[in-house]
């Protein structure tokens, strides 16, 4: 028998297939691949979501 | 003194606070617990009372005895990317991992022990509930029949996961659903269950709460809307002020959690009550800045890089 809560499963947003950052372990922190942090252009974190309220329902607890 | 950063290098949101902690030269060391053993590193040593650790990764190396606090934010599982992993490598390495770390004198945000309390919803009820807040009639069951009777009671009601979806390929989403009242409600037997009141919002509240600080956003709901996190309907997140009872109550449940932040989620009705749905002790805030430019890092960054007061 299937959970109750399972009756209502929807297919969770898939992240972006590519991610335009990568981690410099110099800094500690995601680049760009001009150099520029991440967290410095916007648009970016935002198209690729990985700051939103659902972004780590994935692998953590917590939104 | 170091702030040591427990999370996984693709953790954007965490760069938000390496990068206030850079620009005011405190010292920071980023590592995953994912990493270890291997690319990360952990050593510690107890002899005659004297107790010495360190952990490296990338080349950083660091003392225990130096860190004046730890930002577990959103670490991998210990031993996640070794070459053979297992659940008893994970239980080892987090164990020793940990272990050390709670050996020191580091303020935590948020302590693990906290955390795991402050992750079970029935907890988060309760002590919403003895903190102030409004709280909507909620049943946890797995007996149909209550689930059944609970719905005749209250007739408009939502299902909500307990602890979040399963790991599952593809990933799935479980929103909280309205439900019938007449629905067939046998599966509650197959798995606990969360049914609670539903209350028809005018808007969704966010209050990230970060030491004493609080920062509440407001954003509009749509007509039906019930859960604030899926689908897009123009509205935005904005500032706004936090009512001086919701303030008390907030940190009623922080202390009463031991917690250092905590992203609270709340239904705001047409009265104008906040309703509490629940806390998140390690709650996303990323979004509500770059929507809001309330100042949440800095927030963060700041709490983390105060003296120990030990």
Redesign the interface.
């Known amino acids: 028998?299937?959970?109750?809560?399972?009756?209502?499963?929807?297919?969770?947003?898939?992240s972006p297939a590519v991610?335009p950052?990568s981690?410099n372990?110099?800094?500690?922190?995601?680049v760009l691949p001009d150099g520029r942090?991440?967290?410095s252009d916007?648009g970016v974190?935002?198209e690729?979501g990985?700051?939103?309220?659902?972004?780590?329902?994935?692998?953590?607890?917590?939104? | 003194m170091t702030v040591l950063i427990l999370t996984s290098?693709?953790?954007?949101?965490?760069?938000?606070v390496?990068?206030e902690l850079?620009e005011r030269n405190v010292p920071?060391?980023?590592f995953d617990p994912a990493d270890l053993p291997g690319q990360a590193g952990i050593s510690t040593e107890f002899e005659r009372g004297d107790f010495t650790g360190y952990l490296s990764t990338?080349?950083r190396l660091v003392s225990v005895n130096s860190l004046r606090s730890v930002w577990v934010r959103?670490p991998g599982q210990p031993a996640a990317h070794a070459p053979e992993p297992s659940e008893w490598l994970t239980a080892e390495c987090g164990q020793a991992l940990y272990g050390m770390l709670y050996s020191t004198e580091a303020r935590w945000m948020n302590h693990p022990g906290a955390a795991l309390l402050a992750?079970s919803k029935p907890w988060q009820l309760r002590t919403a509930h003895r903190s102030g807040f409004a709280v909507p009639p909620t049943l946890i069951t797995t007996y149909p029949r209550a689930?059944k009777e609970f719905a005749s009671q209250f007739k408009d009601i939502v299902?909500?996961?307990?602890?979040?979806?399963?790991?599952v390929n593809?990933?799935?989403?479980?929103?909280t659903?309205r439900i019938d009242p007449e629905t067939d409600?046998?599966?509650?037997?197959?798995?606990a269950?969360?049914l609670q009141r539903y209350i028809p919002k005018t808007a969704d509240i966010?209050l990230t709460c970060v030491g004493g600080r609080l920062f509440a956003a407001r954003k509009t709901a749509a007509s039906g809307q019930v859960d604030g996190?899926?689908g897009f309907y123009g509205h935005l997140w904005g500032a706004v002020d936090v009512p001086d009872r919701i303030a008390r109550a907030v940190r009623e449940y922080m202390t009463l959690g031991g917690l250092a932040y905590g992203?609270f989620d709340f239904a705001e009705d047409e009265d104008g009550t906040w309703w509490f749905l629940e806390c998140?002790?390690?709650?996303?805030?990323?979004?509500i800045?770059?929507e809001t430019g309330q100042p949440i890092a800095a927030a963060i960054a700041t709490w983390l890089a105060a003296p120990r007061t030990a």
């Open positions: 028998m299937k959970p109750f809560a399972l009756n209502h499963a929807v297919p969770a947003d898939q991610i950052y981690y372990a110099a800094l500690q922190l995601n942090p991440a967290i916007r974190l935002l690729c990985t700051t939103t309220s659902t972004a780590g329902s994935k692998t953590h607890f917590d939104d | 290098q693709e953790d954007v949101t965490a760069d938000l390496v990068a850079r920071l060391l980023r990338d080349g959103r992750r689930a299902v909500k996961t307990v602890s979040g979806p399963p790991p593809p990933p799935i989403a479980l929103p659903t409600f046998s599966g509650v037997a197959a798995g269950t969360l966010r996190r899926y992203a998140n002790q390690g709650g996303q805030f990323g979004f800045e770059l």
